[in-house]
T-cell receptor
Framework: GAGVSQTPSNKVTEKGKYVELRCDPI?????LYWYRQSLGQGPEFLIY????????DSGLPNDRFFAVRPEGSVSTLKIQRTERGDSAVYLC??????????????FGEGSRLTVL | QQQVKQSPQSLIVQKGGISIINCAYE??????FPWYQQFPGKGPALLIA?????SEKKEGRFTISFNKSAKQFSLHIMDSQPGDSATYFC??????????FGAGTILRVKS
């Protein structure tokens, strides 16, 4: 596809359940970012991949959150034992450059997670 | 700890007017300052960006003014149009690894 694709667009789950959110970046983009956006707030950094490795995971709030990018393209954000406070829009972005210049981040439309 | 402080939270401007949104930062290591525009249900999209070696950058109706000594930068939207109604985020990065975003400004342009 031409842009960053995120699935599902909406996910409703119950407290304590496990969820996976998928991001398909723009083809050829080596840098991939996950952000979380709560209602009325700016995007909050979670984790950044350069290729297959997590270059910076300092934004992950706790060990219930984990992300992978095994082949350097598609990434999955995994949340264990979901809590109501995890409810937010999870945004994925990709960039053709990373490490030296953030350059332009291209964002997907997000996955809206609601934890009941 | 909010690294980039943005104001106002919301703004209403008449069509044809000038919209001004301000941001302040503390980290002097920041070396890239973009503004992103977000429409409801969409992801943020880059609008315009500046680096600290220049004081102003203009692209069409959008201008960034940058004051390094005051650690402030602002977005000016000239001749504001109803289609400019959106949420605007300032952001900053250092070392090029990640962006930190302000809390956002909801702009409404009245026709």
């Amino acid at each position: 596809g031409a842009g960053v694709s995120q699935t599902p667009s909406n996910k409703v789950t119950e407290k304590g359940k496990y969820v996976e959110l998928r991001c398909d970046p723009i083809s050829g983009h080596t840098a991939l970012y996950w952000y979380r956006q709560s209602l009325g707030q700016g995007p909050e950094f979670l984790i950044y991949f350069q290729g297959t490795g997590a270059a910076d995971d300092s934004g992950l709030p706790n060990d219930r959150f984990f992300a992978v990018r095994p082949e350097g393209s598609v990434s999955t954000l995994k949340i264990q034992r979901t809590e109501r406070g995890d409810s937010a829009v999870y945004l994925c972005a990709s960039s053709s450059r990373g490490g030296i210049l953030a350059g332009e981040l291209f964002f997907g439309e997000g996955s809206r997670l609601t934890v009941l | 700890q909010q690294q980039v402080k943005q104001s106002p939270q919301s703004l209403i401007v008449q069509k044809g007017g000038i919209s001004i949104i301000n941001c302040a930062y503390e980290n002097t290591a920041f070396d890239y300052f973009p503004w992103y525009q977000q429409f409801p249900g969409k992801g943020p999209a880059l609008l315009i960006a500046i680096r600290p070696d220049v004081s102003e950058k203009k692209e069409g109706r959008f201008t960034i003014s940058f004051n390094k000594s005051a650690k402030q930068f602002s977005l000016h939207i000239m001749d504001s149009q109803p289609g400019d109604s959106a949420t605007y985020f300032c952001a900053a990065s250092w070392g090029g690894n990640k962006l930190v975003f302000g809390a956002g400004t909801i702009l409404r342009v009245k026709s």
